[in-house]
């Protein structure tokens, strides 16, 4: 069997696999059903025909030899990209469309990444600049502080997508076209309904795939866009299905944003010189610091009556600071607690409003 199933097999799960790997801390449910989701227009992919004698300024060869990788997944060279996951079953009728739609982004200057998975649920949204990233759940966002290494590594990272899950021979050279703004070989892909039977919900007919795949001299040979539809009958109700899989924005400039509803330190509330390693929710602090407990302890004694906090106990119980505060109808718990076998200490406040 040629290795399109090679492709199929791994598409059923890997999504909510990477959000779950992504996202730290938030446990990603079922994909469930969800109404379309519209596309805004202007991002939307346009295909424009490419003379291949005269318009095609790409630099690979017409047909791929049988020994020839197309590296589809080489996102790490681009400098800037924002891609787009759609799959959705429409049903015949008047019945509403189900599916969920991914989007992910990423930026080298600076150093920037997204993803988010919406749904009639909730929707999951991870976003990372620099080493500060958010993780997101309904209106529930978690912030913490990775590594530099970790953050170097998440650049390029693909979404659904491994190098090797396309070879030479499941593709048909069709013609080549400029796509999202990429000169780009278009190919036919060879699928049928028994692989993708892997990935539908009920009896599926008329298969038919087409990938284009960058082709210009300065730029690596990724996946530019990927096309899928078949017929399917799920119980008694017949549709048809369309996946899309598309990069747009290559190398424009762009900004990530931290998500909407992102949590932030109150002013009210300081954080010690030199916080490391911080976790942040709504009414959650934690983070660690290179001093010992009472150093830190007696920070907050002195920090925290200028700021308007009234103190109502201060407690030392096997080594762990316990300080409780109140303001205007608020409270704060502050623990301050050593890390066992190292110097420093760990410190947890948390916010009752």
């Known amino acids: 069997?040629?290795?399109?199933?090679?492709?199929?097999?791994?598409?059923?799960?890997?999504?909510?696999?990477?959000?779950?790997?992504?996202?730290?801390?938030?446990?990603?449910?079922?994909?469930?059903?969800?109404?379309?989701?519209?596309?805004?227009?202007?991002?939307?992919?346009?295909a424009t025909p490419v003379d291949d004698d005269n318009g095609d300024e790409g630099g690979g060869e017409d047909v791929p030899s049988d020994d020839e990788e197309i590296d589809i997944d080489t996102l790490e060279g681009l400098d800037s990209y924002r891609a787009r996951m759609e799959m959705y079953f429409y049903p015949e009728g008047d019945g509403e469309p189900e599916g969920m739609t991914i989007e992910q982004a990423q930026t080298r200057d600076p150093d920037a990444s997204s993803m988010k998975m919406e749904s009639e649920e909730g929707g999951v949204e991870y976003v990372r600049i620099g080493n500060q990233a958010w993780s997101c759940f309904d209106d529930m966002c978690t912030q913490t502080e990775?590594?530099?290494?970790?953050?170097?590594?998440?650049?390029?990272?693909?979404?659904?997508?491994?190098?090797d899950d396309f070879s030479p021979d499941d593709l048909e050279l069709t013609g080549s076209e400029n796509v999202n703004g990429v000169n780009a070989k278009r190919y036919e892909l060879d699928v049928d309904a028994l692989e993708l039977g892997l990935?539908?919900?009920?009896?599926?007919?008329?298969?038919?795939?087409?990938?284009?795949?960058?082709?210009?001299?300065?730029?690596?040979?990724?996946?530019?866009?990927?096309?899928?539809?078949?017929?399917?009958?799920?119980?008694?109700?017949?549709?048809?299905?369309?996946?899309?899989y598309?990069?747009?924005?290559?190398?424009?400039?762009?900004?990530?944003?931290?998500?909407?509803?992102?949590?932030?330190?109150?002013?009210?509330?300081?954080?010690?010189?030199?916080?490391?390693?911080?976790?942040?929710?709504?009414?959650?602090?934690?983070?660690?610091?290179?001093?010992?407990?009472?150093?830190?302890?007696?920070?907050?004694?002195?920090?925290?009556?200028?700021?308007?906090?009234?103190?109502?106990?201060?407690?030392?119980?096997?080594?762990?600071?316990?300080?409780?505060?109140?303001?205007?109808?608020?409270?704060i718990q502050v623990m301050i607690a050593p890390i066992e076998g190292e110097d420093g200490c760990e410190v947890t406040i948390m916010i009752e409003e």
């Open 146 to 163: 990775m590594s530099e290494e970790e953050a170097e590594a998440q650049f390029g990272e693909e979404m659904i997508w491994e190098p």
């Open 1 to 46: 069997m040629k290795r399109t199933k090679k492709i199929l097999l791994p598409l059923a799960m890997v999504v909510l696999v990477t959000l779950a790997c992504s996202v730290p801390g938030i446990e990603v449910p079922d994909v469930p059903d969800i109404p379309d989701i519209p596309g805004d227009d202007d991002d939307a992919a346009t």
């Open 246 to 331: 598309e990069v747009f924005d290559v190398n424009e400039p762009f900004t990530i944003e931290p998500p909407e509803n992102a949590a932030e330190v109150p002013e009210d509330i300081p954080l010690y010189p030199d916080a490391a390693e911080m976790t942040l929710m709504d009414t959650f602090i934690m983070f660690s610091a290179a001093d010992d407990v009472e150093t830190v302890a007696e920070f907050y004694r002195s920090e925290l009556p200028g700021m308007g906090w009234e103190n109502e106990s201060d407690d030392m119980m096997s080594g762990t600071s316990m300080q409780s505060w109140a303001k205007e109808g608020r409270t």
């Open 199 to 244: 990935l539908s919900q009920g009896q599926i007919a008329d298969a038919y795939g087409q990938i284009w795949i960058a082709d210009e001299a300065d730029l690596p040979a990724f996946l530019v866009r990927y096309e899928m539809t078949w017929t399917e009958t799920r119980g008694e109700t017949a549709g048809s299905v369309e996946w899309l």
